[in-house]
């Protein structure tokens, strides 16, 4: 089999080919407008994580992931969205300056698609890059709801220009499944840049003493995890050839976990975060991502072997979290090799001696858990207030054309993946270092640390900003921005 750098994936690592996807199944009485480039058809449906591992959940198309879909840049696209679950559906077209009426967000004002029926959106995707796609539902104590089910996709925006140096594309969607409640059983972290803030903690343990429930909230947990919808040891490997430059998109899919992975042996050179080129790609043997987040690095692929790619995390790994590299003729069982302890420091990868313009305005956010205030579920408030799904109050006005800095206390032990819609920002300051040149979407904000970056008011309309972890969007960790 000839493999060009353009074709979509290698072997294993399957995504049915996208890009365009007729709508040719579509109804007679659904309402469609025009002919669709692609269609996202949502229903519950089976993955097989492993032969002895087949769950049931909400997917696109029938598959896991959802179709990869490829837009160019600028070029307008007609998408169809059929809803065949018994429950209103919302797709968000993560990382892109879209419109809020099909930016897939209902706090934007953007229509749900009803229960067995369809909505047709256009828009013209921008900017170029790794982006995705996923439901945008509140769950709340619903595990069969939100992205703790398998709506999630991978879209690539081609840009007008192509400057990578690399042979072949692999894209992998790291997802867990089988989710179900615990208390207070999620792992404290510390592998972010940075120290704790005297006092943020100070703000936290005032927090936990007042909380009227003193035991912790629920967390999420699962009991299986994939790459590609396959456990470990499942599916076809990732094949490759000495000297091959492999280029992975790697998406962070999960409902509110934090990945690593490491490919025993190699090193990952960092191109881009969330889609965006870095100023400094640097090679790193661990990647680290938040949820919802993404990273481009290419591998060089010398040192053959077979070799398994996997989370640093041993109880995830021996579930099923990654995937087996291997080298054309070589032989054996895939070996895992646990590397170093790495620290992630998302400033590497600036714009050495680069500085920001400065900011307009500036707005502070200070992050507050109150353990188990909500029917045992921790509630999360910004300045003292939790998002009502109730008014959906817009909180901040911003004026079109004005950069705003937004600086984040984190009272919390927790990780924050922090995720503005519909704008891109620039990071400004991480784990007490200031930094410039590095653009994203989702951005982990460390237990009891602070983080500021500045987004530019370019695209007017209905702009949410929240955790994207599930359990804390659903539970007040949400902001509402409107243009004046
Ligand atoms: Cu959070």
Not at 180 to 206: C, H, N, V, W, Y
Not at 227 to 242: F, S, T
Request: glycine share 10%.
């Amino acid at each position: 089999m000839h493999i060009d750098r353009r074709s979509l994936l290698a072997y294993g690592t399957l995504l049915p080919l996208a890009g365009r996807i007729t709508g040719g199944a579509r109804a007679a009485d659904d309402s469609a407008q025009r002919e669709a480039d692609c269609s996202l058809r949502i229903a519950t449906g089976l993955v097989e994580l492993a032969p002895d591992h087949i769950v049931s959940t909400t997917l696109y198309n029938g598959q896991f992931p959802g179709p990869l879909l490829r837009f160019k840049e600028g070029q307008k696209v007609v998408v169809d969205i059929h809803n065949d679950t018994d429950t209103p559906e919302l797709v968000h077209w993560h990382g892109q300056m879209i419109q809020s009426d099909v930016d897939g967000a209902a706090e934007e004002r953007t229509p749900f698609v009803p229960p067995r029926w369809m909505r047709q959106v256009a828009f013209v995707p921008k900017p170029s890059g790794f982006r995705f796609y996923h439901t945008h539902v509140v769950a709340g104590s619903d595990l069969n709801r939100g992205t703790y089910t398998g709506q999630v996709g991978p879209v690539y925006i081609e840009p007008k220009s192509d400057p990578g140096a690399y042979d072949r594309e692999v894209f992998l969607v790291l997802k867990e499944f089988a989710p179900s409640f615990s208390r207070g059983g999620d792992m404290a972290m510390d592998f972010l840049a940075g120290s704790p803030i005297a006092e943020l903690q100070r703000m936290g343990k005032t927090a936990d003493d007042e909380a009227k429930q003193k035991t912790k909230g629920f967390e999420v947990g699962y009991d299986l995890f994939a790459i590609n919808g396959k456990m470990l040891g499942n599916g076809e490997p990732v094949r490759v050839k000495q000297g091959e430059r492999v280029l992975f998109h790697v998406l962070n899919a999960s409902a509110g976990e934090i990945r690593s992975l490491a490919l025993p042996g190699h090193l990952f050179k960092v191109v881009a975060l969330d889609g965006n080129p870095v100023p400094t790609p640097l090679d790193v043997p661990v990647l680290w991502l938040g949820t919802a987040e993404r990273i481009s690095a290419i591998a060089k692929m010398d040192h053959p072997g077979v070799w398994v790619m996997a989370d640093l995390a041993d109880d995830d790994r021996r579930r099923g979290m990654g995937i087996v590299v291997e080298y054309a003729l070589a032989r054996g069982k895939p070996q895992w090799i646990k590397p170093k302890p790495f620290r992630w420091d998302y400033t590497r990868f600036d714009k050495a001696g680069g500085t920001v313009a400065a900011p307009d305005e500036t707005i502070e956010m200070t992050i507050v858990k109150h353990n188990g205030a909500l029917d045992g579920f921790n509630e999360w408030t910004l300045n003292g207030q939790a998002f009502s799904m109730e008014t959906m109050k817009p909180l901040y006005k911003v004026q079109r054309g004005r950069r705003y800095r937004l600086k984040f206390r984190n009272a919390s032990d927790d990780i924050h993946p922090l995720h503005l819609h519909r704008h891109s920002f620039e990071l400004v300051r991480v784990g007490g270092k200031p930094t410039a040149g590095i653009i994203k979407d989702v951005v982990m904000l460390a237990g009891f640390q602070d983080i500021e970056f500045d987004f530019v008011a370019d695209n007017p309309g209905m702009t949410l900003f929240h955790c994207h972890q599930q359990l804390h969007m659903d539970f007040g960790f949400m902001a509402l921005f409107d243009y004046a």
